[in-house]
């Protein structure tokens, strides 16, 4: 069973960066698809990017395009989430989280499905003067 | 981009049931996955594909899709579904992104 154990919470500068880091037991990163999620205080879900299965890429959300780098390190099974000049809109809870993929052949066709499992407990970051 | 639309809140009295929809475009292509939070905690998957249930998630929760429109069913809520739900898909619209709705507060009365 796959757990997902984050770094601790970070208070930050505006225009200074943060690296979340992601443990993961019971795998190995390589067989996984670790992605990022943020949510901002009494906010939603926002998807931050990852790696996609289908075509073995890290995809960025276009709104964090050229501020957020996903990386991994494979030694360590760690992966880590890092953001680049932080404002006061990005104080948020940042989860890891695993996308699941499956395939079903039906008469109708192939479908592929996705799903986010498990997540990790969440990074509070806090970005103020 | 696409975008999945939820309704903000909804209600339901102990025991009866209640659906939750998550409506867009891309769900013509992707089924939804679905997610329940609770205050302070990170989300917990409920349902994915077609209607399936992870290990450790009671019967009473259940899922369906028509169209453009999926569907979280809790047949029996109980105090403890009283959270935050959220629908999530692949984006159809030709970014390989991954898309969340805006959530919905149930609140069990």
């Known amino acids: 069973q796959v757990q997902l154990v984050q770094s601790g919470a970070e208070v930050k500068k505006p225009g200074a960066s943060v690296k979340v880091s992601c443990k993961v037991s019971?795998?190995?990163?390589?067989?996984?698809?670790m992605h990022w999620v943020r949510q901002a205080p009494g906010k939603g879900l926002e998807w931050m990017g990852g790696?996609?299965?289908?075509?073995?890429?890290?995809i960025y959300a276009q709104k964090f395009q050229g501020r957020v780098t996903m990386t991994e390190d494979t030694s360590t099974d760690t992966a880590y989430m890092e953001l680049s000049s932080l404002r006061s809109e990005d104080t948020a809870v940042y989860y890891c989280?695993?996308?699941?993929?499956?395939?079903?052949?039906?008469?109708?066709?192939?479908?592929?499905?996705?799903?986010?499992?498990?997540w990790g407990q969440g990074t509070l970051v806090t970005v103020s003067s | 981009s696409s975008e999945l639309t939820q309704d903000p809140a909804v209600s339901v009295a102990l025991g009866q049931t209640v659906r939750i929809t998550c409506q867009g475009d891309s769900l013509r292509s992707y089924y939804a996955s679905w997610y329940q939070q609770k205050p302070g905690q990170a989300p917990v998957l409920v349902i994915y594909?077609?209607?399936n249930r992870p290990s450790g998630i009671p019967d009473r929760f259940s899922g369906s899709s028509s169209g453009n429109t999926a569907s979280l069913t809790i047949t029996g809520a109980q105090a403890e579904d009283e959270a935050d739900y959220y629908c999530?898909?692949?984006?159809?619209?030709?970014?390989?992104?991954?898309?969340f709705g805006g959530g919905t507060k149930l609140t069990v009365l």
């Open positions: 989280a695993t996308v699941n993929r499956s395939i079903m052949i039906t008469f109708g066709g192939v479908i592929v499905m996705f799903w986010f499992d498990p």
């Open positions: 999530n898909s692949r984006d159809s619209s030709g970014n390989p992104d991954w898309v």
């Open positions: 019971g795998y190995t990163l390589t067989e996984l698809s």
């Open positions: 790696f996609d299965p289908e075509d073995g890429e890290t």
């Open positions: 594909g077609k209607n």
